[in-house]
């Protein structure tokens, strides 16, 4: 809840901030709330996670998360962290097949959280990705286009650019296809 000022509007999406007569974020379109209502959901946030127990018990109805090895279940398990949101790390039995132990592959592990955590776990995991990635700060509109070469025109799906198929590269961007 640092630096945040109640008098100043902010973005809900990106978190820009705006002077107080703004109303519409100029990256995300969308409207802008008040620092006052920011602080509010700030405070809403902080109170959920101060709530959550990060401790599993045998009665827990678990569920699993993501299959990996160690290195990336630990990853994981420590962003959830960060949210209080417990993890557990555990082997699989049935993965014999992969890994008998041994040593003809890497043992293939379960990352198994509550099953009341699951939707908050997935938003924050996908929250990750995207910041990892930097997926929100690119146009993705045209990465469902498939580069056709039996139609007479095709779409590049990278820069949108529409060029006839006798051309294997778009001429906007220099893709090749």
Not at 39 to 56: C, G, K, P, V, Y
Not at 112 to 125: H, N, V
Request: with cysteine; glycine share 6%.
């Amino acid at each position: 809840m640092h630096d945040i000022d109640p008098e100043l509007m902010y973005c809900p999406t990106c978190n820009d901030e705006y002077r107080s007569d703004m109303t519409l974020c100029a990256v995300c379109e969308v409207d802008l709330i008040s620092g006052d209502q920011r602080l509010a959901q700030e405070q809403a946030l902080n109170d959920t996670l101060a709530s959550r127990t990060m401790e599993i018990s045998p009665d827990d109805d678990l569920v699993p998360l993501r299959k990996g090895v160690l290195l990336e279940m630990k990853n994981l398990q420590n962003i959830l962290a960060k949210e209080r949101i417990p993890a557990l790390i555990t082997s699989d039995e049935s993965s014999c097949g992969k890994s008998c132990g041994k040593g003809c592959g890497g043992t293939e592990l379960n990352l198994l959280i509550r099953r009341e955590d699951a939707q908050a776990a997935i938003d924050i995991l996908a929250r990750d990705f995207r910041e990892k990635t930097s997926l929100d700060d690119h146009d993705l509109t045209h990465v469902s286009k498939v580069y056709d070469r039996g139609a007479a025109q095709a779409v590049c799906p990278a820069c949108g650019c529409s060029f006839t198929t006798s051309n294997p590269t778009c001429p906007d961007c220099g893709l090749c296809f």
